[in-house]
């Protein structure tokens, strides 16, 4: 198993082992939406439901959100495809509850004309005309509105005690790669409406995102590419004054053999290996092909240490996730909710369930 890494400090430091929600919650103390990007591929659907399962962990009631209409979220629940409307995933330690919601654009567009134009009826017949689809497909800057829209809905609704219906939302958001046109799209809209309820709905969003209520975090593989995306939009989305949480690093191998094993060459000694197998009284013949394995073993592990290091740069809190073979069951899922709340000793493998987080 690999070690569960979470350092609240940045380089040059010496390590300070948290668990990350609470190293989330020292970071970002309001926020109760959390952003969850990542570059396509690097698992970021897999860490924001962890993230999720680990808040409402903490007796929290949280809410997951998709909009990418990939039913990612009833895949990785095994539930039927998730139909426009909030249900119940799951429960959690200490009374807490996970839903989930697939939004929709065309239901979220219908459910806009219906809330701020009361046009309920005209919105039911557009949609029959094909026209609202025409529209949100056309303009993927108001598909992106109507979605923020109603992430922003999901986190400020209260309840007839006047408090927030979730303790937070977690939404699973578009990759790296689109995350700041995404995140940004209600300013380009605020900038064309000067007043009224699309300039008031606007500003609500806007006051949100970039406020102190939202934390964005990272989700990342240890490999040049995602790394180097990663890099570029931490940078492109604290520039647009977006609040950054944590890096998730997905995928991470156990450090089994460490790169200094290898020679002057880069590569194992295979006459070496031998002698030190036939010194254990272990058949020789294969050495020169496990040389090869552990040549090339070696050698992630150095591109891995070496993406450590450039991630060391953005100062941010950070957690290493295993390797798990893609579908991920429900049961491995909560084990990662579980490294969440742990707190991570560098190199230890921090999977004493005594020493969870509190906070977040």
Same mark, same amino acid.
């Given at each position: 198993?690999?070690?569960?890494?979470?350092?609240?400090?940045?380089?040059?430091?010496?390590?300070?082992?948290?668990?990350?929600?609470?190293?989330?919650?020292?970071?970002?103390?309001?926020?109760?939406?959390?952003?969850?990007?990542?570059?396509?591929?690097?698992?970021?659907?897999?860490?924001?439901?962890?993230?999720?399962?680990?808040?409402?962990?903490?007796?929290?009631?949280?809410?997951?959100?998709?909009?990418?209409?990939?039913?990612?979220?009833?895949?990785?629940?095994?539930?039927?495809?998730?139909?426009?409307?909030?249900?119940?995933?799951?429960?959690?330690?200490?009374?807490?509850?996970?839903?989930?919601?697939?939004?929709?654009?065309?239901?979220?567009?219908?459910?806009?004309?219906?809330?701020?134009?009361?046009?309920?009826?005209?919105?039911?017949?557009?949609?029959?005309?094909?026209?609202?689809?025409?529209?949100?497909?056309?303009?993927?800057?108001?598909?992106?509105?109507?979605?923020?829209?109603?992430?922003?809905?999901?986190?400020?609704?209260?309840?007839?005690?006047?408090?927030?219906?979730?303790?937070?939302?977690?939404?699973?958001?578009?990759?790296?790669?689109?995350?700041?046109?995404?995140?940004?799209?209600?300013?380009?809209?605020?900038?064309?409406?000067?007043?009224?309820?699309?300039?008031?709905?606007?500003?609500?969003?806007?006051?949100?995102?970039?406020?102190?209520?939202?934390?964005?975090?990272?989700?990342?593989?240890?490999?040049?590419?995602?790394?180097?995306?990663?890099?570029?939009?931490?940078?492109?989305?604290?520039?647009?004054?977006?609040?950054?949480?944590?890096?998730?690093?997905?995928?991470?191998?156990?450090?089994?053999?460490?790169?200094?094993?290898?020679? /002057?060459?880069?590569?194992?000694?295979? =006459?070496? *290996? %031998? +002698?030190?197998?036939?010194?254990? @009284? &272990? $058949?020789?013949?294969? #050495?020169?092909?496990?040389?090869?394995?552990?040549?090339?073993?070696?050698?992630?592990?150095?591109?891995?240490?070496?993406?450590?290091?450039?991630?060391?740069?953005?100062?941010?809190?950070?957690?290493?996730?295993?390797?798990?073979?893609? /579908?991920?069951?429900?049961?491995?899922? =909560?084990? *990662? %909710? +579980?490294?969440?709340?742990?707190? @991570? &000793? $560098?190199?230890?493998? #921090?999977?004493?369930?005594?020493?969870?987080?509190?906070?977040?």
């Amino acid at each position: 198993m690999v070690a569960t890494r979470v350092t609240a400090d940045g380089p040059g430091r010496a390590a300070h082992p948290v668990a990350l929600v609470d190293a989330i919650a020292a970071r970002a103390p309001k926020a109760r939406l959390h952003v969850v990007t990542g570059k396509g591929g690097t698992g970021k659907t897999t860490a924001a439901a962890a993230l999720a399962l680990a808040l409402a962990s903490l007796g929290k009631k949280v809410l997951l959100v998709e909009v990418e209409s990939r039913q990612a979220i009833a895949q990785l629940f095994d539930i039927p495809p998730m139909t426009y409307g909030e249900q119940r995933l799951t429960s959690a330690a200490n009374g807490g509850e996970l839903f989930g919601l697939a939004i929709d654009p065309e239901q979220a567009m219908l459910e806009y004309l219906e809330l701020f134009y009361g046009l309920k009826r005209a919105g039911k017949g557009l949609q029959r005309l094909g026209a609202v689809d025409f529209v949100t497909t056309l303009a993927p800057g108001l598909r992106d509105v109507l979605l923020t829209g109603k992430v922003k809905e999901s986190v400020v609704r209260v309840g007839p005690d006047d408090r927030p219906v979730y303790d937070a939302v977690v939404l699973d958001a578009p990759p790296t790669g689109r995350i700041s046109r995404f995140l940004d799209a209600t300013q380009e809209v605020a900038k064309l409406a000067k007043f009224g309820p699309i300039r008031s709905q606007s500003d609500g969003v806007i006051t949100l995102l970039h406020g102190p209520r939202t934390a964005v975090h990272i989700v990342t593989l240890l490999e040049e590419m995602p790394v180097q995306e990663t890099m570029d939009a931490a940078a492109e989305l604290q520039t647009l004054g977006f609040r950054l949480g944590a890096v998730v690093v997905n995928r991470a191998r156990p450090a089994l053999l460490d790169a200094a094993a290898l020679g /002057p060459d880069g590569e194992i000694d295979a =006459k070496e *290996l %031998a +002698a030190s197998l036939r010194k254990a @009284g &272990v $058949p020789v013949a294969h #050495a020169p092909a496990l040389a090869h394995e552990m040549t090339e073993y070696a050698q992630r592990q150095r591109v891995q240490d070496e993406n450590l290091l450039r991630l060391d740069g953005l100062e941010l809190p950070r957690i290493e996730l295993p390797d798990l073979n893609p /579908p991920v069951a429900l049961g491995e899922l =909560k084990d *990662l %909710a +579980a490294r969440f709340l742990v707190t @991570g &000793v $560098p190199g230890d493998d #921090a999977e004493d369930p005594s020493a969870t987080g509190t906070s977040a």
